[in-house]
């Protein structure tokens, strides 16, 4: 069989082999401090969902020297999750970041295992003292969106692909109704529910049902903007992003802006507190004023006036002199949701079931 | 109006990849293999249409690619289940899941990436039709190739000698081997054919409908497939409506959403769903006895 000169050197190169594993491993071993772990639903390339969150991760790697990343791509949500965190907490995690909303409970359930790796959760509606949720209020930026798409749109049509109508989508394209119609009101949105958050078939199908409609600006609500986003611009027609701050690249000409997630600074901020022993559980609801939530550059095709208006709108906001849902408001089927002087706050947008005047679609 | 035009485009759109992946399910189990990773081998070839589009530019090679890689991993459960003979319930569902890993493996670098896909090509006249002009005759290569294909594989089982072995292995292996076919090849043969039928599938879905690639993209279109094989009761021209009804259920249900009718979207997402059923429910009947009388079975030589 095998003779002896061989094994020997078999040995030799298994013990070398070892040896060199052991010692290559780890190069940085000395100066990580802080091992991150982060897990991804979908792929980090999607320019949309989850590269937001990965390239929020890179930002908080080079702003703090002492983090390790550990990231895993495409984890399906439940027992896969689990296993996943499990496994980057025994490879010595202490801060996890599930980038997921149905990853709440698998994380909340390794959590209570494990009460000294910190966990924070986006989008997440509970929390136990090790668990941290974290999420940007959306529709105020979604109403300067429709500013800039009131401004730009050529036929008052406007588009919306929506994956499920969930209530903070439903106040997303409220909110962007509200304010195309502030500068148009002939401006009408209409809505398409794809039924799941990422399937591209389906998202081309619906954008190309709502261009043949005559709608001329398409946004996006589901995991990756890129398949509405192309096929809008195929047609020669506008785009509004979500999620990614460089979606332009798929609509050089069409593109109008995006409601875009730059979690960096809040990763550091929360990779900084895990070392200085400063982490607390908390709800973190952010807005237009932080620095996780922005708005994507605007395109060639939107007008400079727009661009003002949507700067001077976005100031409004964050100094609270203007509320996105102030009334009167009525809802697409005739019913006053909003009274005159009243506001229908932002911490409340889970109870929000209807669509506003001027979209024109079913939500539930 | 509008409605139809939009309507009929997006039912030949959406009907488009389901008919190939019928075909390719057909041709398998005229042969007497069921084959239920078809969605794995879908997906294999829609990402690997991509990757090639994106790494050469040109749609044309990537769909060959798409159709060579379906062809191979179809390859490999042809190997488990008639070489190995395996369970085919259980090899397929293996292959599916093989596929999906294996297709978001394989993509997860190139997600993002921005390709042409299939160009339009209007017909000539055609397309210039009122109506119905723009909605049918304004589509990609293999839109327009797909109902031709399917009248070539009808022509291929029923109208050829070869046609004839693969549904006589299909119906009695013994028989078949006693009249001095190889089951076994001709049986290897059917999964590559339907094996490059669901590459071309999934390469229509990643090239032609959505220009872009996402993990599990078919999002249970293969399974479908599996469904209106049974639909249309075996038969490729019967495949052709079927397809259609379906991608036109598809499309009906966004359709209505974008037109703004008041109707859940819950109910509508169903839509395509119970219309199969209301189908299979009113035709019914005569499906069990229409089914290849060895389906499920390879053919085992004794002594």
């Known amino acids: 069989m095998i003779d002896h000169v061989t094994r020997g050197l078999g040995m030799l190169f298994v013990v070398a082999l070892a040896i060199a594993v052991g010692t290559v491993a780890d190069p940085a071993a000395a100066q990580t401090k802080l091992k991150v772990g982060i897990l991804h639903v979908g792929s980090i390339n999607d320019a949309g969902y989850n590269q937001a969150h990965a390239e929020g991760a890179q930002v908080m790697k080079k702003n703090v020297s002492e983090v390790e990343l550990i990231e895993v791509e495409n984890v399906p949500e439940g027992a896969d999750a689990e296993r996943v965190m499990e496994n980057m907490i025994k490879q010595g995690a202490r801060l996890i970041i599930p980038a997921s909303f149905g990853y709440l409970e698998p994380a909340l359930r390794v959590a209570q295992r494990y009460p000294d790796v910190k966990f924070v959760h986006p989008g997440g509606y509970k929390r136990v003292p090790n668990l941290t949720t974290y999420w940007a209020s959306t529709p105020e930026a979604f109403y300067l969106m429709g500013i800039a798409a009131g401004k730009t749109t050529k036929t008052n049509k406007l588009g919306y692909v929506v994956a499920l109508p969930i209530s903070f989508f439903l106040a997303n394209v409220n909110a962007f109704e509200l304010g195309a119609r502030s500068v148009n009101p002939k401006a009408e949105t209409r809505v398409v529910f794809t039924g799941t958050f990422l399937d591209p078939g389906k998202e081309a199908t619906a954008a190309n049902a709502l261009l043949e409609q005559g709608v001329d600006v398409l946004g996006v609500i589901v995991d990756s903007p890129i398949t509405v986003v192309q096929a809008g611009e195929k047609r020669g027609a506008y785009s509004v992003g979500y999620h990614y701050v460089g979606v332009q690249k798929f609509a050089p000409k069409g593109w109008v802006s995006g409601v875009a997630f730059t979690w960096g600074n809040l990763y550091t901020r929360f990779a900084r507190q895990v070392l200085d022993g400063t982490w607390k559980s908390e709800n973190i609801l952010g807005g237009l004023g932080d620095d996780y939530l922005t708005i994507a550059p605007f395109g060639p095709a939107v007008p400079e006036e727009a661009v003002k208006l949507v700067n001077a709108t976005r100031q409004e906001f964050v100094g609270g002199k203007r509320q996105v849902f102030q009334g009167p408001i009525r809802d697409n089927k005739g019913v006053e949701r909003v009274k005159s002087g009243e506001a229908f706050p932002l911490g409340d947008l889970r109870k929000m079931d209807w669509l506003v005047e001027g979209v024109i679609g079913q939500p539930k | ?303």
Not at chain 2, 161 to 180: D, S
């Open chain 2, 1 to 303: 109006m509008i409605a139809l035009k939009s309507l009929l485009s997006g039912a030949i759109l959406s009907g488009t990849p389901l008919l190939y992946a019928t075909l390719a399910e057909l041709i398998a189990e005229r042969a007497g293999i069921v084959n239920l990773g078809l969605e794995g081998v879908m997906l294999v070839g829609a990402v690997t249409a991509f990757v090639a589009m994106v790494v050469t530019g040109s749609a044309a090679l990537g769909v060959v690619a798409g159709a060579l890689a379906g062809a191979a991993f179809n390859a490999i459960f042809a190997f488990l289940v008639i070489t190995r003979r395996a369970n085919q319930l259980a090899a397929g569902l293996a292959l599916l899941f093989c596929g999906v890993g294996l297709s978001a493996l394989v993509g997860s670098r190139y997600v993002g990436s921005r390709i042409a896909g299939l160009p339009e090509v209007p017909i000539p006249l055609l397309s210039t039709l009122p109506g119905v002009g723009p909605a049918m005759f304004h589509h990609d290569a293999l839109v327009y190739a797909v109902v031709p294909l399917a009248i070539a594989t009808w022509w291929g089982l029923f109208r050829t000698r070869w046609g004839l072995a693969l549904r006589a292995v299909g119906e009695n292996q013994t028989a078949a081997f006693a009249a001095g076919r190889n089951p076994h090849a001709l049986q290897y043969q059917a999964l590559v054919v339907a094996g490059l039928l669901g590459g071309i599938a999934g390469a229509d879905l990643s090239l032609g409908l959505a220009k872009t690639w996402a993990e599990w993209m078919t999002s249970g279109r293969g399974f479908i497939a599996v469904a209106l094989v049974i639909f249309s009761r075996w038969h490729p021209l019967r495949a052709i409506a079927g397809a259609l009804l379906f991608g036109g259920a598809i499309s009906l249900e966004i359709e209505l959403q974008a037109m703004g009718v008041p109707i859940s979207p819950f109910l509508l997402d169903m839509l395509p769903y119970v219309l199969s059923l209301v189908v299979l429910a009113a035709w019914g009947g005569a499906r069990r006895h229409a089914a290849p009388a060895s389906l499920g079975r390879v053919f085992q030589r004794t002594g």
